[in-house]
């Protein structure tokens, strides 16, 4: 079935530094990927949505310059949290369409201390 | 898409079967039924979905009733690997530009 890879699962970073989360689909292109962001015991938010070869798009209140977003080639797309703070830190899960449903990446735990 | 209720939490005996509904009263006729789940610190997993007949895989089973306004994701044996948020979702299949919107799920507790 459709896997999407995701890397790294957990990070710890300082406030003000930047943090490049990739997600790459293994064994299928995906054209699009949606970004989502998950707070403690609340459900997941989509933030922007990538397409390959083009400027994604955001999510009303979603920063475009902090959370940038890349997706160069069919078979990955990062999102680079820049400048990060405390406020940022949060779950980032990726997702693609795939045969079935949509295929999820395993999440990435950012905490900026 | 049309939204989905579906109860906040529920418990569920481990080795029964574990009965979740969701109401999707306003779906529309090409809104297909899809069931994911997240388990801790997971991303989401695909269980199942369907359009109008029941569907069965090694996962878990769907009803959907024959008005489709309501659905129930049956997990026949629930084991304690089954505790996690489930979430039902409605949306049209292969409009692969849109996104899956998440809601609160409900949250299944398997209970030894």
């Known amino acids: 079935g459709a896997v999407v890879s995701q890397h790294p699962s957990r990070v710890i970073c300082k406030s003000g530094t930047s943090v490049k989360i990739e997600c790459r689909s293994l064994?299928?292109?995906?054209?699009?990927m949606f970004w989502y962001r998950q707070f403690p015991k609340q459900s997941l938010m989509l933030m922007a949505t990538?397409?390959?070869?083009?400027?994604?798009?955001?999510e009303q209140g979603v920063e475009k310059d902090k959370f940038l977003i890349n997706h160069a080639s069919l078979t990955l797309s990062t999102l680079t949290v820049t400048s990060a703070h405390p406020e940022d830190s949060s779950f980032y899960i990726c997702?693609?369409?795939?045969?079935?449903?949509?295929?999820f990446g395993s999440g990435t735990r950012l905490t900026v201390v | 898409d049309a939204k989905t209720t579906q109860p906040t939490s529920m418990d569920c005996a481990e080795g029964r079967a574990a009965n979740l509904p969701c109401n999707h009263s306003?779906?529309?006729?090409?809104?297909?039924v899809y069931w994911y789940r997240q388990i801790h610190s997971q991303g989401p997993q695909y269980i199942i979905h369907g359009l109008k007949n029941n569907e069965t895989n090694e996962m878990a089973s769907l009803i959907i009733t024959e008005d489709r306004k309501s659905s129930t994701l049956i997990l026949p044996h629930a084991t304690l690997r089954d505790t996690a948020v489930y979430y039902c979702?409605?949306?049209?299949?292969?409009?692969?530009?849109?996104?899956?919107?998440f809601g609160p799920g409900t949250r299944l507790s398997v209970l030894p």
């Open positions: 990538s397409n390959e070869g083009s400027k994604a798009t955001y």
């Open positions: 979702i409605v949306r049209v299949a292969n409009n692969y530009g849109q996104n899956f919107v």
């Open positions: 064994d299928f292109q995906a054209t699009t």
């Open positions: 997702s693609a369409p795939g045969r079935e449903g949509y295929t």
């Open positions: 306003t779906i529309s006729g090409n809104e297909y």
